[in-house]
């Protein structure tokens, strides 16, 4: 009897054990979803480059699944508009230009956004840093967003010690938590204070609920026109004794400080009991502003062209996937996929019915991203500008690119300052991805002007668009001229909005805040 007891009482132990751990494994994952701001291509080294070591984020990337055929929008506030809602900018009218301060409009309220999508299926949502998304009024800001805690800042760039931004010519200080002007940051260095916070989140998270962190770093945009472009702290300028061009010196500081945020949120993690129920996401907003662009110098080689451009340079982000739900870790993904994407395919990974998501540009790629299983994006509209009249697509192997910004004079092919392309090519990092052009020919700046007529480039062949071949294949360039004609029908308008002069700082304590009030009754 006391036999058949004890045996009972094993096997109900026993049980009990499977089902707690069914509950524990069955818990949606915690998710931090990281944005570097500005960051190229060639500015990590897990894609080949030795000037500026990243190890932190290499060991990250290296460990989940990096991302080689993954595409951004070409500027700042149509990436994180399709972050926040897996819709193309051309179906939220945030497809030209970017938000400044000073401009009334912003991601539409009647978006449902990430943040949101989340609590709906029980997560805690909070959000470090970079908005970027409109602050005209107050129902635009993150607090109001589905964020249940706020600290970073409203516009699009500032001084990363004083918090002050200058857009259009006026200046104040753009520093929130949870919807309040904070100063107390004032002389702190953005990059350290908001991995700071999010390590402050991690450790104060209850780990029977799930997470959902959006840090979106400062790192590494340029600071404000009327000071000094490139700040970091001289520690991190102390590291790269063997950059001897200053401006790409000053950068790579930045870099570094940026690759010690992501070492220090990845220990705090291992400290908690999350670790092993996080997936990171790792992505840049657009390609770099290399070579000066914006008063920059990113990197984006060997790829053509420069941030807010649609070459390559422009457009194919540096990002990765990381944690320990991938099924087949440690590799590479040339699946193709679009930034628009995130939001189905973290959805369903928290255990959201993708089914039900309404109006959507982006697919849920989970099993692509975990499994290896082929991609189910066979195209991606990387833009339709309507003010610039700029376009580009890619379907397949083929991208079609028609018109140019800045009357194509960014693009080149620019390797880091302080580097040759001889310099570059021939020391890449051990185990790194490293994009492989053909031979580049004699006329590759002047084959292809898609001011006067569209190019053609077959992007898995010649991803640094060396040869336009669209001359021999119209019966293609119709084909995406096409396609491309299709996705107008569908765009909405513009929303931009010229400067209010109430936005002005002088008339609100010195501070950039909204100046409409439409969430007090």
């Given at each position: 009897?006391?036999?058949?007891?004890?045996?009972?009482?094993?096997?109900?132990?026993?049980?009990?054990?499977?089902?707690?751990?069914?509950?524990?494994?069955?818990?949606?994952?915690?998710?931090?979803?990281?944005?570097?701001?500005?960051?190229?291509?060639?500015?990590?080294?897990?894609?080949?480059?030795?000037?500026?070591?990243?190890?932190?984020?290499?060991?990250?990337?290296?460990?989940?699944?990096?991302?080689?055929?993954?595409?951004?929008?070409?500027?700042?506030?149509?990436?994180?508009?399709?972050?926040?809602?897996?819709?193309?900018?051309?179906?939220?009218?945030?497809?030209?230009?970017?938000?400044?301060?000073?401009?009334?409009?912003?991601?539409?309220?009647?978006?449902?956004i990430m943040p949101q999508y989340l609590r709906s299926l029980g997560y805690r949502t909070h959000m470090v840093g970079k908005w970027h998304l409109g602050f005209f009024k107050e129902s635009l800001t993150p607090s109001h967003r589905g964020f249940e805690s706020y600290y970073g800042y409203y516009g699009g760039m500032q001084d990363y010690f004083t918090h002050e931004s200058t857009e259009h010519t006026l200046t104040g200080f753009d520093f929130h938590v949870n919807g309040s002007?904070?100063?107390?940051?004032?002389?702190?260095?953005?990059?350290?204070?908001?991995?700071?916070?999010?390590?402050?989140?991690?450790?104060?998270?209850?780990?029977?609920?799930?997470?959902?962190?959006?840090?979106?770093?400062?790192?590494?945009?340029?600071?404000?026109?009327?000071?000094?472009?490139?700040?970091?702290?001289?520690?991190?300028?102390?590291?790269?004794?063997?950059?001897?061009?200053?401006?790409?010196?000053?950068?790579?500081?930045?870099?570094?400080?940026?690759?010690?945020?992501?070492?220090?949120?990845?220990?705090?993690?291992?400290?908690?009991?999350?670790?092993?129920?996080?997936?990171?996401?790792?992505?840049?907003?657009?390609?770099?502003?290399?070579?000066?662009?914006?008063?920059?110098?990113?990197?984006?080689?060997?790829?053509?062209?420069?941030?807010?451009?649609?070459?390559?340079?422009?457009?194919?982000?540096?990002?990765?996937?990381?944690?320990?739900?991938?099924?087949?870790?440690?590799?590479?993904?040339?699946?193709?996929?679009?930034?628009?994407?995130?939001?189905?395919?973290?959805?369903?990974?928290?255990?959201?019915?993708?089914?039900?998501?309404?109006?959507?540009?982006?697919?849920?790629?989970?099993?692509?991203?975990?499994?290896?299983?082929?991609?189910?994006?066979?195209?991606?509209?990387?833009?339709?500008?309507?003010?610039?009249?700029?376009?580009?697509?890619?379907?397949?192997?083929?991208?079609?690119?028609?018109?140019?910004?800045?009357?194509?004079?960014?693009?080149?092919?620019?390797?880091?300052?302080?580097?040759?392309?001889?310099?570059?090519?021939?020391?890449?990092?051990?185990?790194?991805?490293?994009?492989?052009?053909?031979?580049?020919?004699?006329?590759?700046?002047?084959?292809?002007?898609?001011?006067?007529?569209?190019?053609?480039?077959?992007?898995?062949?010649?991803?640094?668009?060396?040869?336009?071949?669209?001359?021999?294949?119209?019966?293609?360039?119709?084909?995406?001229?096409?396609?491309?004609?299709?996705?107008?029908?569908?765009?909405?308008?513009?929303?931009?909005?010229?400067?209010?002069?109430?936005?002005?700082?002088?008339?609100?304590?010195?501070?950039?805040?909204?100046?409409?009030?439409?969430?007090?009754?």
């Open positions: 009897m006391l036999s058949k007891m004890f045996n009972s009482a094993i096997l109900t132990f026993f049980l009990l054990g499977c089902m707690l751990e069914c509950v524990y494994t069955a818990q949606p994952p915690n998710i931090i979803f990281v944005v570097a701001d500005d960051l190229g291509w060639n500015d990590v080294s897990f894609h080949g480059s030795s000037q500026i070591p990243t190890p932190h984020i290499d060991a990250l990337a290296q460990e989940g699944v990096i991302l080689t055929n993954y595409y951004v929008s070409p500027i700042c506030t149509p990436t994180r508009s399709a972050i926040m809602t897996g819709k193309h900018p051309i179906h939220t009218g945030l497809q030209y230009s970017v938000i400044i301060a000073d401009e009334p409009y912003g991601l539409g309220t009647n978006e449902t002007i904070y100063k107390p940051v004032f002389g702190q260095y953005s990059t350290e204070i908001y991995t700071e916070k999010t390590q402050e989140i991690i450790r104060n998270h209850n780990p029977q609920e799930p997470l959902y962190i959006y840090l979106a770093h400062q790192a590494v945009h340029s600071a404000n026109y009327n000071g000094q472009r490139l700040q970091a702290p001289y520690k991190y300028y102390e590291r790269f004794p063997n950059i001897t061009n200053e401006n790409r010196r000053k950068f790579a500081a930045m870099v570094s400080a940026l690759d010690d945020s992501l070492g220090n949120i990845t220990q705090t993690l291992k400290e908690s009991s999350l670790y092993n129920n996080t997936v990171i996401v790792f992505t840049t907003d657009n390609g770099g502003p290399a070579h000066g662009f914006d008063a920059n110098y990113a990197n984006n080689w060997p790829l053509r062209g420069v941030k807010d451009t649609t070459w390559e340079g422009g457009l194919r982000g540096a990002g990765f996937l990381w944690g320990a739900l991938i099924e087949k870790p440690g590799r590479t993904s040339d699946g193709m996929m679009h930034v628009c994407d995130w939001v189905p395919t973290l959805y369903g990974l928290a255990g959201g019915n993708t089914s039900t998501l309404q109006h959507l540009d982006g697919i849920d790629v989970w099993p692509m991203l975990s499994r290896a299983e082929p991609s189910p994006r066979k195209e991606i509209l990387h833009n339709i500008d309507p003010v610039r009249n700029v376009s580009a697509i890619r379907i397949g192997d083929y991208k079609l690119v028609q018109g140019q910004n800045y009357n194509g004079s960014w693009s080149d092919w620019y390797p880091p300052e302080g580097e040759s392309s001889v310099d570059v090519d021939s020391k890449p990092v051990p185990n790194a991805f490293v994009v492989s052009c053909p031979s580049k020919p004699a006329n590759a700046s002047t084959n292809c002007d898609p001011k006067e007529k569209p190019c053609l480039f077959n992007i898995r062949h010649d991803p640094c668009e060396f040869n336009n071949i669209a001359d021999w294949n119209q019966d293609i360039v119709e084909l995406l001229l096409t396609r491309i004609e299709e996705y107008r029908a569908t765009m909405v308008p513009i929303r931009n909005k010229k400067p209010d002069p109430q936005s002005n700082p002088k008339y609100h304590d010195n501070c950039w805040v909204p100046w409409i009030n439409d969430t007090k009754t």
